[in-house]
């Protein structure tokens, strides 16, 4: 086998221009395929981005335009419906600067990766949906949904939760899971919030939950989850106007203390509104020359805080395997094997997050009984250590036994 010199990288989210501009680093062409025609201009609301992710993008030199364009938010404090404050929490683990986790645009977040791996030379391609390939023993070989061609020495699948590469991979594998909520959010001006710019708010309303941050702008950024046993079908949400979103919003956080409903009537537009979905566990990461990154092997839901910084870190460790092993399946294994039990563990911490944020009132003062003490004993946890005290490595060599980072 030889040392693969092209990739194939599907989608410009996070993961692509990461995967994009991590290859480049290892000595590998890549060449980025988006299905939309042009840029991110309105995905989602805004997101967290891990003080681990913002070391990950420093591997790549990547991070400082980042940085610019976010604010950090180093801690969260959790209240009850009753504005009770039930305790709080670091998001973060400073790096040696002091540089802690950043929140920013989601748009802006892939609009400054797509401009600096442009500006190193990669190559863009839009309006090109992969639509199937297959790996033909020393080549991967790609056709687009506009039924153009080509080839690559791998492929790589960075085409988010709902990813087809992943099927192609394999066609049984698991669809995302429904996490039971639906989410929305949005910015609001002109709202007094009593907090400080950039730490967290999360309310455990009576009904729903909601979170919101003060950016240093003035401006406050929040987003709502609301339980929803049954997931809406396409139809139902398409019909589900603007409005309708601000009815359930308002009857679901009538009775909850704070700024919530103040803050959802001073947003001129709702965004991300939908349900959210994970992707727990994949059975099967990489075939032959073809892997997936990012969302579309192992999408936590958005309660981690962590989606994006794995991306990242997905990206670095991938290309350092490709980079050692000259075996490009060899590789993949690798990387699969290097990332699994760390990303796994991190969605399922999430999970349980998730079902605190839809108790049943039984459940309510349980948790309301609990969380102050669990957050004292978490507050230097090893979990969050782990999570965002993680700094993957570029100059490690690609073997088992000597992947990953420290914490
Ligand atoms: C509401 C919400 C809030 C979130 N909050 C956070 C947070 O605070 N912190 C955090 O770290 N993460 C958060 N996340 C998760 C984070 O956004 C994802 O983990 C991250 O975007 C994953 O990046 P990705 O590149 O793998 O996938 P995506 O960002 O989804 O990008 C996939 C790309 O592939 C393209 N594509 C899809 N199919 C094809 C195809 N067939 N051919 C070509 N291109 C294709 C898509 O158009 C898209 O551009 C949140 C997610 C949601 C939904």
């Not at 404050?85 to 609009?111: F, H, K, N």
């Not at 929803?228 to 601000?246: D, G, I, V």
Request: net charge neutral; charged share 20%; proline share 8%.
């Amino acid at each position: 086998m030889t040392r693969p010199r092209t990739a194939l990288v599907i989608g410009a989210g996070i993961a692509g221009p990461a995967v994009a501009m991590a290859l480049q680093k290892a000595g590998i062409e890549p060449v980025v395929y988006e299905a939309h025609p042009s840029g991110a201009d309105d995905l989602g609301v805004f997101l967290t981005l891990g003080s681990n992710g913002v070391h990950a993008l420093r591997v790549l030199d990547a991070a400082e335009p980042v940085l610019a364009l976010g604010f950090p938010t180093p801690g969260v404090t959790l209240r009850n419906h009753r504005g009770r404050r039930l305790g709080s929490s670091r998001i973060g683990v400073p790096l040696a600067d002091g540089t802690t986790s950043q929140t920013l645009r989601r748009a802006d977040l892939y609009r400054v990766l797509r401009e600096i791996a442009v500006a190193r030379g990669v190559r863009f391609e839009y309006g090109r949906r992969l639509v199937a390939a297959h790996d033909t023993g020393d080549a991967v070989h790609a056709e687009f949904a506009d039924g153009s061609e080509t080839y690559g020495d791998v492929l790589v699948g960075c085409d988010g939760i709902n990813s087809t590469v992943r099927t192609i991979i394999d066609p049984a594998a698991p669809a995302p899971t429904y996490t039971g909520l639906v989410g929305t959010g949005g910015y609001a001006r002109g709202v007094a919030v009593d907090v400080e710019p950039g730490s967290y708010e999360m309310v455990f309303g009576r009904r729903a939950f909601f979170g919101y941050a003060l950016e240093p702008g003035g401006e406050v950024w929040w987003f709502a989850n609301l339980p929803r046993p049954h997931e809406p079908a396409r139809s139902e949400l398409e019909a589900t106007t603007e409005s309708r979103w601000r009815e359930e919003l308002e009857s679901a956080f009538a009775a909850d203390r704070g700024p919530l409903l103040p803050l959802v009537r001073a947003t001129p537009r709702l965004l991300g509104t939908g349900p959210i979905h994970s992707m727990p566990h994949l059975p099967l990461w990489h075939r032959g020359r073809m892997v997936v990154v990012g969302d579309a092997s192992h999408a936590p839901s958005p309660t981690s805080g962590q989606g994006a910084s794995l991306a990242v870190e997905d990206a670095v460790v991938l290309a350092r395997c490709l980079r050692d092993l000259p075996d490009p399946v060899a590789a993949l294994r690798e990387f699969e094997q290097a990332r699994r039990p760390r990303v796994e563990r991190i969605i399922a911490q999430a999970a349980r997050v998730n079902n605190a944020k839809a108790p049943g009132p039984v459940g309510r003062v349980v948790r309301d009984a609990m969380l102050p003490l669990v957050l004292r004993l978490t507050a230097d946890s090893k979990a969050l250590r782990e999570s965002y005290g993680y700094r993957v490595e570029w100059a490690a060599p690609a073997t088992t036994a000597g992947f990953g980072g420290g914490a």
